[in-house]
Every structure is written in C-alpha cells, then in structure tokens.
C-alpha cells in the first residue's frame, strides 16, 4: 500500500513553482532582467556621471554613491512586484493556475513558491544593478546584515503585493495600474534621488508615511551608513506589512477568488 | 500526517445530494448523486449546460460546491482534499496549459505538484508521452502542437501521478476520426490496467463504445442512472436504412411496419421490439426490393438519449 506524506509532497510541490517561475523569468530574459539593466545604467549616466557633478554632495556622499543604493532598491521591489503579479495573472488568464488546484498543493505553498519567485527575480535584477553600479562608482557595504536582510523583505513584502494584485486583476489592464499609479511615484518621491532633509518640514512629514521611503534608506544605511530614518523602524514596518499582506493572501487564496468558481 | 491511497471498498466517486447554485443565481445542479464503483468506466452524458462539467467541476476542486457531498476514493473533495485529489487525475474540456511551456516540462512541473520529483517523473512522463506519440514534440512550447497533440497533451499531464480515477470532460472534442479511435484504445487499455474512468462526451458512440455504465443528466438532474446494456434494452424501436438495389418507384407495403422512402434508392424502415429484421428482408424480397446494404440511422444510445431528454423536458 503506498502512502504519501502530506509535507514531502509539499516539500516538492515548493521546489516545482519555484523552479518552474525561475525558468519563466530566464527564458524570458529580454523582457526580465535586460530592461532594469538598460535603465539602470541610463540612470547612473544621465543623473551619476553628467548632472551629479554639478548637484556635488548629497547626504553628506557625493551624488553617484548616493543614488546607487535607491535605484539598486528600486530595481528589486519593481520586479519582484512585477514578476508575481505578471506570472500569477498570465497563469490565470491561460487558466493553468487549474494545474495546482486540482493538485494536493497546500494555498500556503502556492503563496510562498510564487514569493521565492519574485525574491528570485528581484535578488537578480538587484545583483544586475549592482554589478553595473561598480564600473561608476566605488560601493563598500557599511553593514551586510542590514544590506542582506533589507533587500530580501522588501522583494518578499512587494511579491506579496505583486500576488494579490495578480489574484484580484480580470485583465492585463489591472496588473499595471498599481506600479504605475502606486508603487512608481511612492518610489521616486521615496528618496532615490534626494535626501529628506531637503525638504520643508511639512513634506518631510508627509514622506514619512511612505513605506518605500524606510526601505530605500535602511538599504543606503547598510550601504554607505547613512539614512534619514532608523533601520528597526523600517524592519518593524515590513515585518508588519508582510505578516498582514501573507494573511490576507492565504485568506484570498484559500476562498479561490479569483481562481474557484 | 500519512495518507493512505488504497480503500479498496469504497467507491471509486460518491455524489450525494449535490447542488450548485452560482454567483449569478444560476443553479446548475439540483441534488444530483450517483456513485461509480471502482474499475468502471463510467459515461455522464447530458446536452449542453445540464450540469455535467459543474459536476466535474466539484470533484476536482475547481468549483465550490453550494451543498450536498462528493469524495473520491472515499476522501470529502473539501474536508480531506489532499487524499481525494490525490487519487485523482483531470482532464478538462479546454486547454488549460502554460502555452509557452515545453511539452515534457508541463508533464514533468504537474507530477511535482503531487510531490514526484523530477527524477521520479521524468521515466513516467516519457513513458507517457510516448504511448500517446508525443515523445518526439516535447522540447516544443505546447502552443505549437495541434489541437489533438493537445488533448493528449492534457491526458498525459493527468496521468504522471498515476491517479486510480482519471475524469475526462469531452476528451476527443474536435479531434479527427482515427485519433479518437487511438485514443479510445489507449483508454481502454488504461480501464484494464484498473484505472476507474469516468468520461463526459457528445459522441454518444463513443460512450456505448466504451463506457459500461451512464448517468444522463438534464438541467441539473440526473434522469437515467443505468448501465449502458440495460439502458439499450429499453429501446423500443428502431430504424434502419436501406440501401436499394435500383430505384423504387414507392415505398413498399410491409404490413407491421413503419417504412419510408427518402429517395428513390433509400429506405428508412423502424423495426419495433419483437420484430425481426430478418422478416423485413424476406418481405423487401418477396416484394421485388433488392437491398445492397443497411445500416442503423443513427447511434443507438443517440435515440434513447434524445428519447430521454425530450421526456425529461416535456
């Protein structure tokens, strides 16, 4: 008589989305990983080489090594965000998501596969950047558990978003109005370009209220060691953001919405 | 936690009571139940939204049911869902695959769903494949291959789990005549091998064919639950076509029977039970028709289940 145990098939069942949304984004490369490279090194030219000079110092770094960080963190919350929500909605819309749903896979093991996927898109488009990042500018890490830890969090917490936004979108429509309407201006008014201080009180206080802002400046934190919000703030927040968002998801999923009839 | 895959007493799947009603107050069931005993192979048939891929639809997990129960291999589809989809294997009436995915990789991603590594998988997905000519397609993205290489494609990717209920839902839709026979006597051969097979199909032949019992179902209830021998037996009549040897001018008088002349070198006669066709002949003869070939008019099991239907609707 063959028995099956229920965590050895999800054990498996795990590793399969992983391996499969990780093969997705490789072979589709040109869409994926080359664009935020392309853009990214346009940044560092137009904004690092040409006008960074003349801005000099910001946040007490020159203009280069200020940006760096940002954008690095921007390339990874934009596509960890944007490979669940594009991955998930593309399954549903060809309706192979009926692939897992008439398999014994856990709604927590579909969750967690598809966030290691956009953690795994992210992690690369990140490792991409920064590699590019090298051939303008001299990075030393100032703090690599904070460097480490900020980056996975944050691609964690924006594939959560990324999913949620493919679970509830009915078109392809719907997947993009969130990055473009959301996470983008949150991203560019979130301190990429600029350090808080230059700000008057007022939009300093304002800013504080975006979330993007304590992600970016934790990471430029364990980068060049200096930031305009504390670090254990920024890891309380998303600690809270994630358990939220992973709750609400396997609520979600566990009703099939979206996806059961 | 442990499940075990074999309970051999139980029914291979129970329905009981099921209704479905959907979000637009559309119900599409009505209390159906049947159940189909291990090793069958097992035909729902019905018309177009009568309720069978709703049906389907619950026991697989992709429809919530609104009350009533299903299980598979005894495991509730709902409170022990990872015993029932376990011991099951879907084959459902659209495509319903990655469309940029290679043929082997889709096969070989659904067996690590149910928790078979792909060193596991890949000697049963090939095996598959093969027995179902798809061996030399799989490094093609699956949106290359024809509209049967796809229903294949689907009943390959079902099966690399070795599921003991496999539910087709209209499997040879759209596919030609000589690949529905092949795929009849893959089918077949999967029923002997002690997989219970439960099929819905509009080929009415295909289910007299090869299932050995039937439920029809109508605006979501079930109107006949038999086996496909005792639901023939309950033909009272039917009609056969004659092919004449040169024209006849009128149908023929054959007293008893019903007789019509659809042109001039074709009969139709309807033999009731208790006639004999062999009767029919030696009257066409003593009548002068000389008859080149007959055949039924239609499927057999296509009467009764119009028959059933109308009745039904009436």
Not at chain 2, 31 to 44: C, H, M, N, P, T
Not at chain 2, 171 to 176: H, I, S
Request: proline content about 4%; some cysteine; hydrophobic content about 45%.
């Amino acid at each position: 008589m063959k028995e099956t145990n229920l965590m050895a098939v999800q054990w498996v069942a795990l590793q399969t989305i992983v391996a499969k949304e990780i093969r997705r984004f490789t072979r589709i490369w040109q869409q994926t990983l080359l664009p935020p490279a392309i853009t990214m090194t346009l940044y560092f030219v137009i904004f690092g080489n040409l006008i960074g000079p003349r801005i000099g110092d910001m946040g007490g770094v020159d203009y280069m090594s200020f940006i760096v960080p940002g954008l690095i963190m921007m390339s990874v919350i934009t596509n960890a965000y944007g490979n669940v929500a594009s991955s998930f909605f593309s399954n549903k819309f060809q309706r192979s998501v009926e692939e897992m749903m008439v398999a014994p896979v856990h709604p927590g093991t579909i969750l967690l596969g598809y966030v290691l996927g956009g953690v795994a898109r992210g992690v690369s488009v990140g490792l991409i950047v920064t590699l590019l990042s090298l051939y303008f500018t001299n990075l030393s890490i100032h703090h690599l558990g904070v460097v480490v830890s900020i980056i996975l969090l944050s691609a964690i917490l924006f594939s959560l978003g990324g999913f949620i936004n493919g679970m509830h979108a009915r078109s392809f429509d719907d997947i993009s109005i969130i990055p473009t309407f959301v996470i983008t201006p949150l991203t560019y008014l979130g301190g990429v370009f600029y350090s808080m201080s230059l700000l008057p009180e007022f939009w300093q206080g304002l800013s504080r209220l975006n979330p993007i802002l304590y992600m970016v400046n934790t990471f430029r934190y364990g980068i060049l060691g200096v930031s305009d919000v504390s670090a254990w703030l920024s890891f309380a927040m998303m600690l809270l953001f994630i358990t939220l968002l992973s709750g609400y998801s396997l609520v979600m999923l566990k009703r099939g919405v979206g996806m059961r009839q | 936690m442990q499940i075990q895959m074999e309970t051999p007493m139980l029914p291979a799947l129970a329905v009981h009571d099921l209704s479905k009603v959907y979000g637009n107050g559309f119900q599409a069931l009505k209390g159906v139940s049947f159940e189909v005993q291990q090793g069958d192979f097992f035909a729902l048939l019905g018309p177009n939204g009568a309720g069978k891929s709703t049906t389907l639809g619950i026991l697989s997990g992709l429809v919530q049911k609104s009350t009533g129960s299903a299980s598979v291999m005894g495991f509730d589809v709902n409170d022990q869902a990872f015993g029932a989809r376990l011991n099951l294997g879907v084959v459902p009436q659209e495509f319903n695959f990655n469309q940029f995915e290679k043929v082997l990789d889709i096969v070989v991603t659904q067996a690590g769903y149910f928790g078979m590594t792909r060193d596991q998988a890949l000697p049963e997905a090939e095996r598959l494949l093969k027995s179902l000519d798809l061996w030399e397609k799989r490094d093609q993205p699956s949106r290359m291959l024809s509209g049967g290489m796809k229903r294949r494609l689907m009943i390959a990717r079902a099966l690399v789990h070795g599921p003991k209920v496999l539910i087709l839902d209209e499997p040879t839709a759209g596919v030609d005549i000589e690949l529905r026979r092949s795929m009849w006597e893959f089918l077949r051969e999967l029923n002997a091998a002690g997989t219970t097979i439960i099929l819905t199909t509009h080929y009415l032949e295909e289910a007299e064919q090869l299932c050995r019992n039937i439920a029809i179902i109508n605006k979501g209830e079930i109107v006949q639950l038999t086996s496909v021998r005792q639901l023939l037996a309950q033909m009272t009549s039917e009609t056969f076509v004659f092919d004449l040897q040169g024209n006849a001018d009128k149908a023929p008088e054959l007293e008893g029977y019903h007789a019509q002349l659809v042109s001039p070198d074709c009969l139709e006669i309807t033999v009731e039970r208790g006639q004999s066709i062999n009767d029919v002949f030696t009257r066409l003869t003593g009548a002068g028709v000389m008859v080149r070939s007959m055949r039924p008019k239609a499927n057999r099991l296509e009467e009764l289940f119009v028959s059933l239907v109308r009745g039904a609707n009436a």
